[in-house]
């Protein structure tokens, strides 16, 4: 431990968002390693600025919106010098000098001084009753004004600007938005969700004047008019100017840091002088400056790993998305939605509803999107333009959002603020909206991993993703929840599944301490997620030569059977294809009765299930249903699980192929494989369906002529129909496709990622390009499976029954009588 | 005063695992960390009494199998932002043998 005396200094200059959420994250990493002291001009903690529109509106209050008290920065040990500006860094001797002349020494320096918001050079522009909108003093001279006044004018027609204009407005004064262009918002609409949006903004009483040009504020002892380029004049008692910010850079630049529209920092938020660290709006990376918390939130978790002397992560730029907090105007803009002669575009308007959207693609990627009046699958298209989902085999339904994809589960007629707080947000966890609202509130979260810690809400199956993400969104009132673009495979790191496998490839890792050790994992021994994740990759790798690792099994593939809500366990025996035997089942009584199990119940795969067995007795029961021949059904395994058939041919009147003999011989092949996420089969002997094939993750429909082949269907927590494949003549045909199509999900899926989410990512047609047309590279795929299960297909029942394998799993280590 | 009982080899407990001691007042899991720690903990989950002895172990932590708590081996603190905690007993390794202190839960609370 470093003590006081020893400690590094960190001096941050800027008491705002972005240079403290930097700090927070430090202390997360490293919360011993710097003595830290904060300055700041403004005399309050830190605020979240993004809410100062619903403070001027009378929908919050200032303390509402304070995210670190001062008491914050007193029980983490941090000087806190509120109402101080820094006029001077002195980087030859590492000082930065205050206004009062004072000196403090640093190591290393964070700038993190914002921006300012641009006053347009024009006469009378220092004229009292002339402001701009950033920080709290401006909303309470605003709000003072709103009292004493009648009459505002507000300059730019642009986020900030209506947001404003929509606050004054509803402190009642008369409100004329002034804008350059003839489109709000130009930079985040396209003119026709711009005509939309004034639209409804004048049925509430704003008035525009636009195109228009202010030559010059009016007025000898405060404002009393606006001018325009047209000769034009309009009364005025206060007038708000939002036409843009930019970025706050003197100090950086006084002290010779490059700088061009902000300060330049690398991708490791550097600016020249390496001591020197810069974050916010204030920084320039790879030539984008941003004015949204998002990026800003991004640059601060890369700063913080830094400056933790944790540096791996890099900030490598982000895309963004908008959200006008206009309570009860719906708008949302993401990403580039100029047209070009490379992009399509996909529009639906509906003039009644007042909905209007504007999906742009580009090489099959979703590249932008403009929402308004229904924008309930903003975070959805959001998040596809970010993963740059192939979203071409939903292109003609996309426009009409998730819910009609069967995709999250989100339903658009289902707004979040339209629900009561009683209503259920989460089904896996039982969270209602109201529960997640007060969490957000009281424990002032930001974003979606704050509330699935604090409320486990969306923690489970992350179907409830999309609304959790609404319900933040409608809390909060800006969208700065998004996640960062590539998704880390979980807390210890901030590596990508995809960045994991390939790494493991590349580098040929082969344990997992060797894949934590080289991506320099940030715990020790990861977690509960990414060591089955890690154990997964290594062991679909590496067949035959990677030891699987017990200890990073969840319990139930540990020890091969399902743990229930007792801590007892559920046994299932595989019954190939779902068909069994006399003396299988009375074996299966048999066992029933012996070990008192208490309920005996058939499953949805066709199959029985033994419940509520105690864990000593696991391996007895396993070897006497080892005895009647029967093995391990994997109902626990994140690996094949079923495979439902119909009687098909061999019985039925409609059959048209020998459904159930193809359902088995699928089964014998494939058993024992492990897959990213629980794999079930489905095999009907016609297209009447039976076997309900077309809901699984693969499914064959029989038919006269041969087999039609499906996938990623799914029916649990998510219901969707497969796609289909392709079809094939024979037996062999469709054996080879369908273990050459689990081959690739193997090598390519997420860890817990469904064959359908996969599909989704990476698209139908890639696949089927892999796994179809190419049959090179099909019949390698078939080939690397077959390798791998010479390992895999061993009865993990008969070598813990009869072989005592794991033997210490299942009895006590000492039974204790104690006095 | 503390009486300590041997209750088997180090290397009867997998590392980054665990075992169960029995007790007539319910099950003790006894754990073992990669660098051969021993931790003993009542084998309850403070949230709804999963049995913390099947779950996967990392660093000084375990997570609960039923709906992933995450517990603190040598406190039996739930970590934030969950909140319960679990009973702990002494525990020790010597020459290669695990000593357990059973601590009454009544004596304690
Ligand atoms: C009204 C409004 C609405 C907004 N709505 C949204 C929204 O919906 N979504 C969204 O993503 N973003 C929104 N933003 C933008 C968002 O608030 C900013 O991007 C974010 O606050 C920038 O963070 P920062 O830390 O870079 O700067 P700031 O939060 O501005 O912090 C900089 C701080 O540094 C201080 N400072 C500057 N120079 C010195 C010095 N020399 N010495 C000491 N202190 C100094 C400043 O006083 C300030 O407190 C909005 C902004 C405003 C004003
Ligand atoms: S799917 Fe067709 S073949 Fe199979 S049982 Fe139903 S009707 Fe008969
Ligand atoms: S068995 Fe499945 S559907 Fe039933 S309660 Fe458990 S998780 Fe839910
Ligand atoms: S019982 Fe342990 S997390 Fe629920």
């Known amino acids: 431990m470093l003590d006081k005396v020893t400690k590094q200094k960190l001096v941050v200059i800027g008491n705002g968002m972005a240079g403290i959420r930097t700090v927070e994250a430090l202390l997360e990493r490293a919360p011993d390693l710097y003595d830290i002291t904060v300055f700041g001009s403004e005399p309050y903690g830190n605020y979240n600025r993004i809410l100062l529109s619903p403070v001027l509106a009378g929908e919050k209050t200032v303390d509402d919106i304070m995210l670190n008290t001062v008491d914050w920065y007193e029980d983490n040990n941090i000087t806190l010098r509120k109402g101080e500006t820094i006029n001077m860094i002195d980087r030859r001797t590492c000082e930065v000098v205050t206004e009062a002349g004072e000196r403090v020494p640093y190591d290393r320096l964070l700038i993190a001084t914002g921006s300012n918001p641009i006053m347009l050079p024009l006469p009378g522009k220092d004229l009292p009753g002339v402001i701009g909108f950033r920080d709290i003093y401006d909303v309470d001279r605003m709000i003072k004004a709103s009292t004493d006044y009648r009459n505002a004018v507000v300059i730019g027609g642009g986020l900030l600007g209506l947001e404003a204009a929509n606050g004054l407005m509803k402190r009642g004064m008369n409100v004329t938005v002034v804008h350059l262009l003839d489109t709000l918002m130009e930079r985040q609409l396209d003119p026709v969700a711009g005509g939309l949006l004034r639209k409804s903004l004048e049925e509430r009483g704003m008035v525009f004047k636009m195109p228009a040009q202010t030559q010059a504020i009016l007025g000898e002892d405060r404002v009393t008019g606006v001018r325009f ?130 999906i742009i693609l580009k090489d099959k990627k979703i590249v932008g999107a403009v929402l308004y009046g229904d924008t309930i699958d903003g975070p959805w298209y959001f998040q596809h333009l970010r993963d740059g989902t192939d979203v071409s085999h939903m292109r003609e339904r996309l426009v009409f959002g998730a819910a009609n994809l069967g995709d999250g589960g989100v339903s658009g007629q289902n707004s979040v603020a339209a629900m009561s707080d009683e209503t259920e947000i989460c089904g896996c966890n039982g969270v209602c909206k109201g529960a997640i609202v007060k969490a957000i509130s009281e424990k002032k979260l930001f974003t979606l991993d704050d509330v699935r810690a604090h409320t486990k809400a969306s923690s489970s199956c992350g179907s409830c993703t999309g609304l959790v993400e ?10 700065y929840s998004a996640a960062p673009k590539v998704k880390p495979l979980c807390k210890c790191t901030d590596h990508s599944h995809d960045d994991v496998r390939r790494v493991i490839v590349e580098q040929q890792l082969k344990t997992i301490p060797a894949v934590m050790r080289f991506m320099e994992w940030k715990t020790l021994n990861g977690c509960h997620s990414c060591r089955p994740a890690l154990n997964y990759y290594l062991l679909a790798t590496w067949p035959g030569e990677y030891r699987d690792d017990q200890q990073s099994r969840f319990i139930n593939e540990r020890v091969h059977a399902n743990i229930q809500k007792d801590g007892t366990y559920s046994v299932v025996p595989r019954m190939w294809g779902g068909v069994t035997t006399p003396s299988e089942l009375r074996a299966i009584a048999d066992v029933a009765e012996k070990f008192n199990i208490p309920t005996v119940k058939v499953t949805g795969g066709q199959r029985i299930d033994l419940l509520g067995v105690k864990k000593e007795d696991l391996p007895a029961v396993w070897a006497d249903l080892n005895d009647a021949g029967m093995v ?49 089969l489905g095999v009907s002997g016609c297209p009447r369906n039976c076997a309900e094939a077309t809901c699984k993750d693969v499914g064959v429909v029989c038919v006269d002529s041969g087999y039609e082949i499906h996938f990623a269907g799914a029916a649990g927590l998510h219901i969707k129909g497969t796609e289909f494949l392709t079809k094939v003549e024979t037996e062999d045909e469709t054996l080879e496709v369908i273990v050459a199509l689990t081959q690739l999900y193997r090598e390519e899926g997420w860890y817990l990622e469904r064959m359908y989410k996969w599909c989704d990512r990476v698209g139908l047609e890639q696949i089927r390009k892999r796994v179809v047309d190419d049959v090179a590279n099909r019949k390698a795929l078939f080939g690397r499976f077959a390798h791998s299960q010479q390992f895999a297909q061993t009865d993990p029942w008969a070598e813990r029954a009869s072989r005592g394998v794991d033997r210490n799993e299942f009895a006590p280590l000492a039974e204790l009588e104690l006095a | ?107 304690v609370s």
């Open chain 1, 632 to 680: 391990s059904g994997h109902a626990y395994a994140k690996g094949l699980r079923t495979v439902k058939t119909c009687v098909g041919s061999e019985w039925c009147r409609f059959g048209t192929q020998d459904s159930t003999g193809l359902g088995v011989k699928l089964e014998k092949f494939m058993w024992g494989s492990w897959t990213p996420a629980k794999v079930k």
């Open chain 1, 470 to 479: 609404q319900v933040l969104a409608f809390t909060l009132g800006g969208d």
């Open chain 2, 1 to 107: 005063m503390t009486s300590w009982i041997e209750i088997g080899a180090l290397d009867d407990i997998p590392r980054l695992g665990s075992r169960v001691v029995r007790t007539p007042g319910g099950n003790i899991a006894v754990f073992r960390t990669e660098s051969d720690e021993v931790f003993a903990l009542d084998d309850r989950c403070p949230h709804k009494g999963g049995p913390l002895s099947q779950g996967i172990v990392h660093n000084k932590r375990v997570t609960c199998p039923l709906h992933n708590f995450v517990i603190e081996l040598a406190s039996g603190q739930a970590v934030a932002p969950d909140e319960g905690c679990t009973h702990t007993h002494p525990a020790k390794v010597e020459n290669g043998i695990v000593w357990l202190s059973v601590r009454q839960a009544a004596a």
């Open chain 1, 229 to 358: 380029g047209d000769g034009t004049e309009l009364a005025a008692d206060l007038v708000v100017m939002a036409v843009g910010i930019r970025p706050n850079f003197e100090l950086a630049k006084k002290a010779g840091l490059y700088c061009e529209r902000g300060v330049v920092v690398s991708d490791t938020m550097q600016t020249y002088d390496g001591r020197i660290y810069a974050v916010g709006e204030c920084v320039q990376h790879r030539r984008q400056t941003y004015g949204l918390v998002a990026p800003l939130f991004d640059q601060a978790k890369v700063c913080a790993n830094h400056l933790a002397m944790k540096g791996f992560a890099t900030y490598d730029g982000s895309v963004t998305s908008t959200k006008l907090k206009v309570t009860g105007i719906d708008l949302f803009s993401a990403g580039d939605f100029a047209p070009g002669p490379d992009k399509e575009e996909i529009v639906l308007q509906d003039a009644n509803r007042g909905v209007y959207k504007r």
